[in-house]
């Protein structure tokens, strides 16, 4: 039996406050094994670490309990001491007697006998605990970036500044994101095309930024340091080399399309560039609707094009690349309105969303920057916007806050009142929420300068009424039903994640919110790492946010990355699974369900009846392996061990909790 | 605002029997917005639903408003926090038909002439009788 | 095809032309309406309180009654209480058990509760019964009035798209008809207000009649009665209003059969 020693924190009066210290350390003498108890106000504090480790000395221990807050919160802390002390950190068991017990418990005569109970089941764990090494691992010095959009594009830029590769992937020809969508930005009025181009331009001519547009990730494995990618470069059917961007492709072609840059409201080419400042300036054929590729006949933008670039050979280009950290920001989709039937949008050409009617003051828009009515193509003498459509609705959209349609609203009507001032803005709005620098005044100013006028209330239902829509809302502060008789009705769809969002969190093992946007691992703590070692979050597809956030957000994902990246060697797990062949029977269902790869099958010989027999095993890859634990549950000979949380110490664990007091 | 023992009874009683909490909404107003009888009330839907917040149920008993709605479940149908103030609006007619021990509408009270009646559809008249006598 | 047919007590009386004419035009697209014996009221408007029992008794009385056949109304009204009533029955096992204790039958909410509008569309199909169709409503501008009852709650009615429903446009069109599309048509009629607050009544009516006037129509159909006598009592000039059920007689031309026959 081991020497072990226990110390139970009083953490202030988070423990000591419901349970009774002195009976725990009192326990804890009569377990097999334990040769010191004590206790201390504090034991995270230098001075309480300082103990544990005089008293590993002092005592000669050779494991060691603390009974604390969350091992989620110190267990590092603790490990780290006990090494310090000349003990395999390993041999360190943290009984949980906060979050699992005082704070969960009134009563210390209940607090108490479970703490004492938590105590027990961690000695008999450490009593069987054994040393592990965990291994040093490779860091490749690569970044990848997934998503294109303003907070991808900042990210790229900070993690290739420090110095290191940066591939940047987006699904799109051209990056920009929906930042490059807008017109203007709140509160500045910033002309978003002339803050952004900027720095597209500066992700094309970065030396350490290798750009991958029209191409998707299509497999990921590995782990923190050696992520194997594949990701599908699409073919553009344009030869890069070759192409000048001048143009004349997509200005003979033709075919036309919905535009989805123009949110479907105009028309693009079949050959085309997103939109005039697109990075790069190469075009893209889209085979599903060119004439060629549909029916066979057509070629014009091959006769046309005067320096021969366009290929319709080109593959699909697959590469295969291993990197270091993964950073995703692949941003939001603007919620689909048709179960909002009462608004009539998708019914009249006059209902808009928010984006659709951004589009209309850009001068590459599908109105050449013209605001006027789809229906008749004249300019609107009232505009009515509407507020949380499809956001904090609980039946039929989202139940979060978008956070930023309050202030996209009050920018839309500025911008409409500058382009038409005599036209009237109505915003119906629920709560009106500003928080940010300079929002409040923005609001007001729309207010007050600008003459927007705010109804507080809703719109139930719009009615299309000979040439113009008969808008019925209610203004709740006056208690008054509104009828306005509206040439344009503009709605503040909620932010939503990108349809293929819970795709790539599978394909990452990351996880996701009920709304499919990316959960960061601490709410507070952690907000751009996720629970995959490695792999970091930034913008609007963790949550909706505006641009300084998300740019904010992808400086600090940046330098968590950078942080990993700068690393010569990372720590590997040391709690991972070892498989004995001797008892494995190789069915290899642990393969089948290991997450990370990390088990594959091995010859291994054995000797029967003075035979050498040769026979397929399990092998489990401890550089690769989490410590999840999947394969010891899977296995039906018990011969996978999880080292750290072996069955002999899970049982003697559960005997310890089953104990009669 | 009465935040007595009996309002407590009241609300618990109407949360039961409707399976509405009113504390669910946040009062966007979009039943008043939409309701197409809300020019003849005095208190406006959404209002109906803040006075049950704030225990005003004195004044609810006086309001016109839950005997205009005609239970056309629009509100409900576009309501945000899923609510169905339809069912609110019977609780509330419910317990005012209970606590006078009276009906609102008895055969005498019919404005009708003997034209109309021959011509009103027997649904109409069901109908009301059920909504406002019991 | 065959279905058990609650007609309700209005068909009997003031809406006798929705049944005539519904009976005529289902037996000639051979969907057989087999009325249920000795039915009575169904209560007219669906209890919305959990503690109002007794008014739930007449509509699960008549669902049982159907013995899990499918069920099918033409009275909207009917046809809304029945489905909800259906529905409690099959969500809600304590009032269940009241009920059917309280009535001595055997009922779990088995069978189908339908409009005739829906038999026409998913059992007959719209496809089909244009083929059947002999004097096509050509060049009739016929709006549709749908009102609330067949659309709402959606969850419970399962009917059509509470906000854009298509359903008796897509008749309107399998008959022949011009569509006018009319932007009060799922708003409430007044309802049963027409007893105690006729001016309320009358001006929600009026909204649907001078919009769908405005619109270009010649015409509204409905399924309600109620519907029907709100929407032809306003003030101003009217439109006619018919049961969805004549424009299918008079397409199938077994309408003026039955005149004939009557006459």
């Known amino acids: 039996m081991p020497r072990i020693g226990v110390f139970i924190c009083w953490c202030g009066t988070n423990i000591a406050g419901t349970v009774e210290i002195e009976q725990v350390v009192n326990a804890a003498r009569s377990f097999p094994g334990v040769v010191y108890a004590g206790d201390y106000r504090y034991l995270c504090s230098e001075v309480g670490q300082k103990l544990i480790k005089d008293t590993i000395k002092k005592e000669n221990l050779e494991r060691v309990v603390v009974g604390t807050c969350s091992p989620r919160m110190h267990e590092v802390t603790f490990r780290k001491a006990v090494a310090e002390a000349g003990l395999n950190p390993y041999l360190l068991e943290v009984a949980n007697l906060r979050e699992h017990c005082s704070w969960v418990h009134k009563d210390p005569a209940e607090a108490t006998p479970k703490a004492i109970a938590l105590v027990r089941a961690a000695v008999s764990k450490a009593s069987l605990d054994e040393p592990l090494t965990a291994l040093m691992l490779d860091v490749e010095k690569r970044a990848l970036v997934i998503g294109g959009g303003i907070a991808g594009i900042q990210a790229a830029l900070d993690i290739a500044d420090s110095g290191y590769t940066v591939d940047l992937v987006e699904k799109e020809p051209s990056i920009g994101g929906r930042m490059a969508q807008l017109e203007k930005t709140f509160p500045t009025l910033d002309c978003a095309a002339c803050i952004l181009t900027p720095k597209m331009v500066e992700v094309a001519q970065h030396p350490n930024i290798n750009l991958l547009t029209y191409s998707e990730v299509e497999a990921v494995s590995g782990f923190v340091g050696q992520f194997d990618v594949r990701i599908r470069s699409r073919a553009r059917s344009i030869d890069p080399s070759k192409c000048t961007g001048c143009g004349i492709c997509y200005e003979k072609c033709p075919a036309k399309v919905p535009s989805e840059f123009d949110m479907e409201l105009g028309k693009r080419k079949v050959i085309y560039v997103p939109f005039p400042q697109a990075v790069p300036n190469i075009p893209v054929i889209d085979r599903e609707n060119c004439l060629y590729f549909k029916r066979g006949r057509c070629r014009i933008c091959e006769k046309e094009c005067p320096a021969e670039a366009i290929d319709f050979e080109q593959q699909d280009e697959i590469i295969e690349r291993r990197y270091g950290v993964i950073l995703v920001a692949t941003g939001f989709d603007s919620m689909d309105l048709t179960g909002y039937g009462e608004y009539g949008y998708g019914q009249h050409p006059d209902v808009l969303s928010a984006l659709q009617f951004e589009r209309l003051f850009n001068a590459s828009g599908p109105t050449a920057g013209q605001v006027v009515r789809l229906s008749n193509g004249r300019p609107p003498q009232r505009v009515v916007f509407i507020q949380c459509v499809g956001s904090r609705d609980i039946a039929r959209g989202q139940n979060y806050c978008s956070k930023i349609c309050c202030m996209f609203t009050s920018k839309q009507a500025i911008l409409l009142k500058e382009k038409l001032p005599e036209t009237e803005a109505y915003i119906f709005y629920i709560d009106l929420r500003t928080a940010g620098k300079g929002y409040e005044e923005f609001q007001r100013r729309a207010a007050e300068e600008y003459g927007v006028i705010y109804l507080r209330g809703s719109v139930g239902k719009v009615f299309p009424e000979g040439e113009r829509l008969l808008v019925r809302g209610v203004d709740s502060l006056s208690g008054r039903p509104l009828e306005i008789e509206a040439d344009l009705v503009v709605l503040a769809a909620a932010s939503v994640p990108r349809r293929d969002a819970p795709e790539l969190a599978r394909l990452m093992s990351i996880n996701s919110d009920r709304y499919n946007f990316f959960d960061e691992a601490h709410p507070k703590l952690r907000p751009v790492e996720t629970h995959t070692a490695g792999i970091f979050i930034a913008g609007a597809c963790q949550a909706p946010k505006d641009i300084p956030e998300a740019v904010a957000q992808a400086g600090a994902a940046a330098a968590k990355a950078v942080t990993l990246l700068s690393k010569e060697k990372l720590q590997s797990e040391a709690c991972v699974a070892k498989v004995d062949p001797a008892r494995c029977s190789g069915c290899l269902h642990c393969e089948a369900v290991c997450p990370y790869g990390a088990i594959a099958a091995t010859e291994t010989e054995e000797r029967v009846r003075g035979e050498l027999l040769t026979r397929t095993v399990a092998e489990v890859n401890p550089a690769l392996c989490q410590g999840c634990g999947c394969c010891t549950m899977t296995c039906r000979s018990g011969s996978v061990t999880l080292q750290g949380y072996t069955d002999e110490q899970m049982l003697a664990e559960v005997d310890a909790l089953c104990l009669q007091r | 605002m009465i935040f007595s023992e009996s309002y407590h009874r009241f609300i618990d009683e109407l949360k039961k029997n409707t399976g509405q909490d009113p504390n669910q909404c946040y009062q966007c107003a979009k039943c008043s917005a939409g309701c197409p009888v809300v020019a003849a009330m005095d208190l406006l839907p959404h209002q109906v639903i803040r006075y049950l917040q704030l225990g005003l149920l004195g004044e609810l008993e006086e309001s016109r408003t839950p005997w205009i709605c005609a239970s056309c479940f629009t509100c409900a149908a576009r309501c945000p926090r899923d609510l169905d103030l339809a069912r609110l609006m019977e609780g509330v007619r419910l317990a005012v038909l209970r606590l006078r021990e009276g009906n609102r509408l008895s055969p005498a009270d019919l404005e009708l002439t003997p034209e109309q009646l021959e011509k009103l559809p027997a649904q109409a008249l069901v109908s009301s009788f059920r909504k406002y006598a019991k | ?263």
């Open chain 3, 1 to 263: 095809m065959h279905y058990r047919y609650f007609p309700g007590c209005t068909l009997k009386t003031q809406a006798k032309e929705m049944e005539d004419t519904a009976l005529a035009a289902a037996s000639a697209l051979g969907i057989e309406l087999q009325e249920l014996p000795e039915w009575q009221c169904c209560g007219a408007v669906f209890p919305l309180s959990d503690d109002e029992l007794i008014t739930l008794l007449s509509p699960v009385r008549t669902l049982a009654a159907a013995g899990g056949e499918p069920l099918v109304s033409l009275c909207a009204a009917c046809h809304h209480v029945l489905k909800r009533a259906q529905e409690v029955i099959k969500r809600n096992p304590d009032t269940r058990e009241k009920v059917t204790d309280f009535l001595e039958v055997d009922y779990a909410g088995e069978g189908r509760v339908l409009h005739f509008l829906e038999v026409l569309r998913d059992d007959l199909g719209f496809d089909r019964l244009k083929e059947q169709v002999s004097h096509p409503l050509a060049g009739r501008k016929i709006a549709a009035y749908y009102g609330c009852l067949l659309l709402r709650p959606a969850k419970e009615m399962q009917f059509d798209d509470p906000e854009n429903p298509t359903i008796m446009e897509d008749l309107l069109r399998s008959l022949g008809a011009e569509v006018v599309s009319t932007a009060y048509r799922t708003e409430c009629c007044g309802a049963y207000l027409s007893v105690t607050e006729e001016k309320v009544a009358t001006a929600t009516a009026e909204k649907i009649v001078h919009s769908a006037r405005r619109a270009g129509a010649e015409a509204l159909i409905t399924a309600c009665p109620l519907c029907r006598y709100n929407l032809e009592n306003i003030g101003g000039p009217a439109l006619p209003v018919y049961y969805f059920s004549e424009l299918l007689a008079e397409a199938l031309g077994v309408a003026a059969l039955k005149e004939v026959a009557r006459g």
